[in-house]
């Protein structure tokens, strides 16, 4: 794992993880051009830092999701454990700890377009998601709780593209700036926030074996009845209304085809809003927004 930390333009302790995962070398592009990019002073006059963590160095090198598991499937870990990224997860959580926001960078194999996911509504959470350029969040609270964005306060992640396109680099290198934007700790140009739609994860779709085929893309309505993948164990037909996919993808994972969601609203931004040294929301009266 390697940390490095830069001076902010703000108060805000905020962090940007890449390399989770090690067949994602775009996070790992992201953090380096940042790190060579940012002040390492910011501008002097704030205790705030930029900490940028490439996480998995090992994976990267291989080029493979994991070595020993897969590291956003074993939060909180153990450091005593002899896999590595089983050990690895409580010294990246510690490297966070205390940080007012964290954005953590993946890429699949599902087609755009990027969104982010969260697992807690914090106001930090929230003032993340609508500062970013995405028009899609995820709440995966409902699925597995031994991810960073489950694990760590106010993690929000976003898939930035496809895996190994020079979009996704290019997309989640201005997604960084938008997320230190939106936190105070560049200031450059101010931050743009806007409402984002919220997909909420329900369950995951599994896969069996032979060729998996995918009928829909992310957040496409599958319409009552129809088949939305299949191979040669399982049919999965959709028996209701107001399904939409989330990652779905015939080859991007091993287990699951994906995950059904549904659409259950639209996060807003946080009105008349600053960040505080603690990363929660403050109105211009002094009122904590929820």
């Given amino acids: 794992m390697k940390t490095i930390d830069r001076g902010s333009a703000g108060p805000a302790r905020v ?9 994602e070398p775009a996070g790992e592009r992201i953090v380096r051009r940042l790190a060579d ?24 090198a291989a080029g493979t999701r994991y070595t020993d598991t897969d590291l956003n499937r074993t939060f ?6 002899d896999e590595y990224e089983r050990a690895l997860a409580p010294r990246l959580a510690a490297e966070l700890e205390g940080m007012d926001a964290v954005l953590a960078l993946h890429t699949s194999h599902s087609a755009p377009p990027p969104f982010a996911i969260h697992s807690g509504l914090t106001p930090s ?10 028009e899609h969040v995820v709440d995966a609270s409902g699925l597995r709780g031994t991810t960073l964005d489950s694990t760590v306060p106010h993690t929000v992640s976003i ?23 939106a936190h105070g700790a560049l200031a450059d140009e101010p931050p743009t926030f ?21 009928h829909y893309v992310n957040f496409q309505e599958i319409p009552e009845g129809a088949v939305f993948a299949e191979d040669d164990v399982y049919t999965h037909r959709v028996t209701e209304s107001g399904v939409v996919p989330i990652l779905a993808s015939e080859h991007g994972y091993e287990e699951i085809f994906g995950i059904y969601g ?3 609203g639209t996060l807003e931004p946080p ?7 603690e990363g929660d929301i403050t109105n211009t009266a002094g009122k904590r927004a929820e």
């Fill in 15 to 23: 962090a940007i993880v890449g390399g989770i995962h090690g067949d």
């Fill in 37 to 60: 990019e940012l002040d390492a002073e910011g501008d002097g006059s704030s205790d705030g830092i930029i900490r940028l963590i490439i996480a998995n160095e090992p994976a990267l």
């Fill in 76 to 81: 909180p870990g153990d450091a005593d454990s």
């Fill in 125 to 134: 959470v929230r003032r993340t998601v609508t500062g970013l350029p995405v």
């Fill in 159 to 181: 898939e930035v593209g496809r895996q190994g396109s020079e979009e996704a680099v290019d997309f989640g290198y201005e997604a960084c700036l938008s997320f230190l934007r």
């Fill in 194 to 214: 806007t409402p984002t739609t919220v997909i909420e994860g329900e369950e995951e779709v599994p896969k069996g074996g032979g060729e998996p085929h995918v």
């Fill in 262 to 264: 549904r659409v259950t």
């Fill in 271 to 277: 009105e008349s809003a600053v960040p505080n040294r």
